[in-house]
Nanobody, 121 residues
Framework: QVQLVESGGGLVQPGGSLRLSCAAS????????MGWYRQTPGKQRELVAEITSGGSTNYADSVKGRFTISRDNAKNTVFLQMNSLNPEDTAVYYC???????????????WGQGTQVTVSS
């Protein structure tokens, strides 16, 4: 079985920074795309940023220039450095990863449990 565990959320003042981490564990052969999504009450979950195993990245327009996604393939971990945070960034942030359990298997999408980020003075 595979598990994604997020950490690093919390309360921060506007203009501040936070760094989220998400570590995958379990039966893992490899991971293709890892990403961060966020969701607020009454809204659909939206993509924040994603990164391929080769390091190619994609960001939502609302976070470009403020957030940076990175990953450590050896540790099956993805990070999200969030700078210049504003109240509109307040949400539950979820990690997602496409994981293959064996070479001949298919990639399965897994989600973390979510971590709350609150930006408020």
């Amino acid at each position: 079985q595979v598990q994604l565990v997020e950490s690093g959320g919390g309360l921060v003042q506007p203009g501040g920074s936070l760094r989220l981490s998400c570590a995958a564990s379990g039966t893992i052969f490899d991971i293709n795309v890892m990403g961060w999504y966020r969701q607020t009450p009454g809204k659909q979950r939206e993509l924040v940023a994603e990164i391929t195993s080769g390091g190619s990245t994609n960001y939502a327009d609302s976070v470009k220039g403020r957030f940076t996604i990175s990953r450590d393939n050896a540790k099956n971990t993805v990070f999200l450095q969030m700078n210049s945070l504003n109240p509109e960034d307040t949400a539950v942030y979820y990690c997602k990863a496409g994981i293959r359990a064996r070479f001949t298997g298919r990639y399965v999408q897994y989600w973390g449990q979510g971590t709350q980020v609150t930006v408020s003075s």
